[in-house]
Every structure is written in C-alpha cells, then in structure tokens.
Nanobody, 123 residues
Framework: VQLQASGGGLVQAGGSLRLSCAAS????????MGWFRQAPGKEREFVVA????????YYADSVKGRFTISRDNAKNTVYLQMNSLKPEDTAVYYC?????????????????WGQGTQVTVSS
C-alpha cells in the first residue's frame, strides 16, 4: 500500500487548508485511515481517524471542531479539512492506514504511512 499526502502549504492564522491522501496498491475501503502530525522538536501526535465506511471518526481534542476528516472510497482518497488554523497547528502531517485494528490514536496500530506534507500557519 502506498500513501501520497498532499495539500500542505503556508497559511495565515484563521485560514483553511485541505489535505488529501491518495492510496494505491490495496483495498482502500477496508482500511481505517488516520492523520498524524509532527511539529519541530516534538513527537508525532495523533490528529484524527476515520473508519472504513466513514460514519465513525475519532478526533484529538486539540482539533475537535476545527478539523474534519472524510473519505471517498471510490477515489481511494481521505481528506482533512482544516479550518480556523492556529500557529500551533504547524507541523508535518502524515496520513496512515490501519488494516487490522479499529479506530485508534496509537501509531503502532497503523501499518502504512505516507511521506508527509508540511503545514505552516503564520501568526
């Protein structure tokens, strides 16, 4: 399974970005998909996950109400809509696929990872 994240960039505080993660090489519709992020000098942290069918999601408290995850299984793509961005959202954002577990915030549950896309929020 290959994951390709895109959509990062530079945005002012209060702005929005939409990240995409395109999957190939597997049965995308069976995977739990997650987004993680890693800020400079910090450990990678969980952002949000979505189950295979889309109705169930799990958000980190820090992004709840501002970020929205969705998926289009026909396009093998998961999206992360990020609104009301804050400077503390600045990080490299990674998408990941979990083939065997349920919704999880644990990195070790995820089997495949994308290369990351940089999001920078200026104050």
């Amino acid at each position: 399974v290959q994951l390709q994240a895109s959509g990062g960039g530079l945005v002012q505080a209060g702005g929005s970005l939409r990240l995409s993660c395109a999957a190939s090489g597997g049965t995308f519709s069976r995977y739990v998909m997650g987004w993680f992020r890693q800020a400079p000098g910090k450990e990678r942290e969980f952002v949000v996950a979505i189950n295979w069918s889309g109705p169930s999601t799990y958000y980190a408290d820090s992004v709840k109400g501002r970020f929205t995850i969705s998926r289009d299984n026909a396009k093998n793509t998961v999206y992360l809509q990020m609104n009301s961005l804050k400077p503390e959202d600045t990080a490299v954002y990674y998408c990941a696929a979990d083939l065997t577990s349920g919704l999880s915030s644990k990195e070790y549950e995820y089997d495949y990872w994308g290369q990351g896309t940089q999001v920078t929020v200026s104050s």
